[in-house]
Each structure stands twice: as structure tokens, then as C-alpha cells.
């Protein structure tokens, strides 16, 4: 007598084959997980890397931010500014406000100074010092100036000299009664002839620094200016 098998039905095959695979969901399950705490290690090392950079920074130009350290404590640099701002913030406020009206005004006029213009003014003030026993580079670090910034600053008076020196006259009249008024101040042995070319250049001196004035009061006046630092 044959003995019958019963077929399972196809279905209940398959849903027990998924439902006997427990270790693969598992595995799957612990994936975000694994994910999750390798970034924020990664995230962790980034901040360090960060903090040690900055860190890093801080130490190497330190001298930006700190100027001196006394028994521990330190003097900020932004003190010392501080400090020279209430003596002489105002002053140079106002000096540096000046060279950018000046400046603007090169700039719309459209006035250029050659380099042996410059040059030659920069020998007329080396010869002078070496007269009074000193030397150039002497009188600019008794200034606290550089030769770039000397030749700045004869570029900006020559500029200016072209535009307000341009009607400067001196006559005989006031060339007589300067040298009346100053003859002792010439030294022995001045001939007539230098005298003469000296107090011209003297008097030519005086009316461009009185125009001069006239000429960056107008400007100061026409300008808009305004400040956000009082002192």
C-alpha cells in the first residue's frame, strides 16, 4: 500500500524560509549604529585639529594681540592703542582725513608727480641735513619714518604745490623789506646774490603755506565727513 506525502503549500515555504533568517536582520540592525559613532569620532578630530590651529595661530602672532607680559599678566596691544588715541587721536584723526581730501582731489584733478621730481626734493633735504652735521636716515628714524612714506609725503606736498602755487608772484618790494627785516639772520660772508635768492625762496615759502591752508579749509569745508570715533 503506497503511503501518500502531503505537499506543503509554496507559500508557507517561503514565509518560513524569511522568517528563519534572524541573524542577517541582525546584522543589518547594527549598521546606523556602527555609522553614527564613527562620525561623531570624525567630528571630535576635526574639532581638535581646529582648536589646535587656532591655538597654534594665537601663539605665533601672538604679538598682535599681546604686547608685553609683566610678572604673568599681559598688556593688550588694543591698551596701547587705546592709550595713544587719548593723546593724540584726535591729531592724527584729523591728519589722515586731510591726506584723503588732498588725496581725492590729486585724483579728480588728475595731477601726477614724476619719481626724479621726488628725487629731486629728497636730495635738496639731504644736503640740508648733512649742512646741520646729520644724515637722512637719521632724521627719519628720529621721526619714526620710512623712505617710502618720505617720498609719499613729498609726492603729496608737491601736488599741492602744483595746484595752489601756480599764482604765487614775488615782488622786489617784499624781497627788500624781507631782507631789511632779516639780515641778521643770514650768516657772515652770504653774498648779496644769495641772500636774495634765499629770501625769495623763503617768502615763496610763506604765501604757499598760507594758500595752502586757504586751500584745504575750502576743501574740508566742501567735504562730507563723518567720523565715528570721537576723541
Do not use: C, H, W
Not at 543589518?28 to 574639532?47: C, E, H, I, M, Y
Not at 593723546?87 to 592724527?92: D, E, H, L, R, Y
Not at 595752489?164 to 617784499?174: A, L, M, N, Y
Not at 594758500?211 to 565715528?228: H, M, R, V
Amino acid at each position: 500500500m503506497a503511503t501518500s506525502i502531503k505537499k506543503k503549500p509554496i507559500k508557507s515555504l517561503i514565509k518560513k524560509t524569511a522568517s528563519s533568517s534572524p541573524k542577517k536582520a541582525e546584522t543589518g540592525s547594527s549598521l546606523p549604529g556602527q555609522f553614527s559613532l564613527l562620525k561623531n569620532r570624525k567630528t571630535v578630530l576635526f574639532a581638535v585639529i581646529i582648536i589646535t590651529g587656532v591655538l597654534a595661530l594665537i601663539f605665533i602672532f601672538k604679538g598682535l594681540f599681546i604686547a608685553s607680559i609683566v610678572n604673568g599678566e599681559p598688556i593688550s596691544r588694543l591698551s596701547i592703542i587705546k592709550a595713544l588715541e587719548k593723546q593724540g587721536g584726535k591729531a592724527t584723526l584729523d591728519s589722515l582725513v586731510t591726506k584723503k581730501i588732498i588725496a581725492q582731489e590729486i585724483r579728480k584733478r588728475n595731477i601726477t608727480i614724476s619719481q626724479s621730481d621726488t628725487d629731486g626734493e629728497i636730495k635738496k633735504i639731504t644736503e640740508s641735513l648733512k649742512a646741520q652735521g646729520t644724515t637722512i636716515d637719521q632724521a627719519l628714524a628720529a621721526q619714526g619714518m620710512t623712505r617710502a612714506q618720505l617720498d609719499d609725503e613729498i609726492k603729496l606736498q608737491l601736488s599741492v604745490q602744483k595746484m595752489v602755487g601756480k599764482d604765487v608772484e614775488v615782488s622786489d618790494k617784499e624781497i627788500d623789506e624781507f631782507i631789511k627785516a632779516n639780515k641778521a639772520q643770514f650768516p657772515e660772508g652770504t653774498s648779496e646774490e644769495q641772500i636774495k635768492t634765499q629770501s625769495t625762496e623763503r617768502i615763496k615759502q610763506q604765501k604757499l603755506q598760507q594758500k595752502t591752508q586757504e586751500f584745504i579749509k575750502n576743501l574740508q569745508e566742501k567735504a562730507k565727513i563723518t567720523n565715528f570715533v570721537q576723541y
